[in-house]
């Protein structure tokens, strides 16, 4: 009877302490922060940062959300079969002022990137753009398949004055298990809610160049690249995950760095997929606990390089970009 009792205390006093590694999350403190109330100007080009790898890139008359992820499931969900959260996804598009969006970007197909896409698509009357995993994931959301664009890398997309192009890119690199389990491979069949978490599988992983007449962006929406894929391209933002990236080796942050914003002489980075995506979004959200990620090490991976600036936007904030210089007379484009 004694050993039955320890054994269950010994349970309570494990799932205590995980569960208590889970909420202990690094401050953002000392960080320098992007605080800017400033009304923009007529056609100038904003970004909203709403969670993980999702923003909002609107210049008043066209408006292109990446991912569209806010269901947030809690990590014990991700034991269970999951589905979007609509009341959530709702709440978040009405504190961002969102009710119409052109375009819905979808940089890979884990489910905190690709779960609520569909959804928003359908809510929004967006176009999705992405992968053929992208694809199945929009159609098993429901979404007419006229709304889906099956993207090529290195193509542009024209929504407005915004171009994209899809640039080919990798996931951060993560333990056997945990890649076995949140899927490495492409999604070949729709998947319909409620899903396993590893039915969301990664598909092929972009990062996102953005060019508009007022600013030019990369997106990178996990800490991956592909060495020499954005050498053709110029941007002044970065706006770049961090998640996972400080567990990484010294030789794959270099890397890391200079296949991103170093890539694309990037003067300004704006980290992402910084927070705890297994929180509900609010402005005040945590970071990535400790035992997923060290915040420093990660943002340190990236300024230790970085001759320019670095602001962390908070959820809900909005960030008005600086077009792009005229270059020289006389000097070739």
Request: proline fraction near 8%; avoid cysteine.
């Amino acid at each position: 009877m004694k050993a039955v009792r320890w054994i269950i205390a010994s349970m309570i006093l494990v799932a205590a302490v995980l569960t208590a590694a889970f909420h202990i999350s690094p401050s953002l403190e000392g960080w320098p922060q992007a605080n800017d109330d400033t009304p923009p100007k007529q056609g100038q080009v904003t970004i909203t940062f709403l969670g993980t790898s999702t923003l909002l890139i609107s210049d008043g008359e066209t408006h292109l959300l990446t991912d569209g992820y806010f269901s947030r499931v809690s990590i014990p969900s991700l034991f269970l079969p999951m589905t979007p959260d609509q009341a959530r996804i709702r709440q978040a598009l009405e504190t961002a002022g969102i009710d119409k969006v052109d375009a819905i970007p979808v940089l890979h197909t884990h489910f905190d990137h690709v779960m609520d896409s569909g959804i928003v698509a359908q809510l929004t009357g967006a176009q999705l753009l992405g992968s053929s995993s992208a694809a199945m994931a929009a159609i098993g959301s429901g979404l007419d398949e006229e709304h889906i664009t099956t993207v090529q890398t290195h193509h542009p997309y024209r929504f407005g004055d915004f171009t994209l192009t899809f640039v080919p890119a990798s996931h951060v690199p993560l333990p056997s298990a945990i890649e076995k389990w949140t899927g490495k491979g492409e999604i070949t069949d729709p998947v319909t809610p409620p899903a396993w978490i590893g039915e969301w599988e990664e598909g092929q992983s972009y990062g996102l160049v953005v060019e508009h007449p007022q600013a030019r962006i990369l997106i990178q929406g996990s800490a991956g690249m592909q060495p020499g894929e954005l050498d053709r391209y110029q941007a002044d933002y970065a706006l770049v995950a961090t998640a996972s990236l400080g567990k990484q080796s010294e030789a794959y942050k270099e890397a890391y760095f200079r296949e991103t914003v170093a890539a694309v002489g990037a003067h300004t980075i704006i980290p992402v997929h910084w927070d705890n995506f297994f929180s509900e979004l609010t402005e005040d959200v945590p970071t990535l606990p400790w035992v997923m990620d060290n915040l420093k090490d990660s943002f340190t991976a990236l300024t230790s390089r970085h001759q320019g600036d670095f602001l962390v936007l908070r959820p809900f904030h909005s960030l008005g970009l600086t077009p792009p210089a005229a270059p020289a007379e006389g000097t070739a484009p």
